[in-house]
């Protein structure tokens, strides 16, 4: 019991502290601080049916011109009600950024190779924001390079 404690007061000290995951500007972020790994594993859940989602719509459409969040729930994707998603789209190929929108989640992202959803792999993103995104949208972008 007393090392469960000790366990317990050391963990919370780290996440008060900002042990790898930022200081908390508030005790209220406290519980969502130590939450946010289960956050984290829902949006990496969420951004893999996408990259699945998309790479049906392509090869389907024969590209992204005419993409639409409409049309990947059509694919079995819908969008999370905690989730900002970003998709950048050009010619055959994508990139995705996500991240749930409560505090303490990481920002990740999937990056096609010619629209070939095998050839990418969802990663937590090298740099990440210092706050949270402050609500859950989808926005597609059109672009000439990814």
């Not at 500007?25 to 594993?41: K, W």
């Not at 920002?107 to 993103?125: C, K, L």
């Amino acid at each position: 019991m007393r090392s469960t404690l000790v366990s317990v007061a050391a963990v919370l000290g780290m996440v008060v502290a900002g042990g790898g995951t930022g200081a908390l500007h508030s005790a209220a972020e406290l519980p969502a601080r130590m939450l946010a790994p289960a956050y984290d594993t829902v949006t990496v859940a969420n951004l893999h049916e996408l990259a699945l989602a998309l790479t049906s719509y392509g090869l389907d459409a024969g590209g992204y011109d005419g993409l639409t969040v409409a049309a990947l729930a059509g694919w079995g994707w819908t969008p999370s009600d905690r989730t900002a998603v970003t998709i950048w789209v050009v010619r055959d190929s994508f990139r995705v950024v996500a991240q749930d929108v409560r505090v303490g989640s990481a920002q990740y992202e999937f990056t096609s190779a010619a629209g070939d959803s095998s050839s990418g792999v969802v990663e937590r993103s090298a740099t990440q924001p210092a706050e949270p995104p402050p609500t859950a949208t989808v926005t597609v972008i059109r672009t000439t390079s990814l």
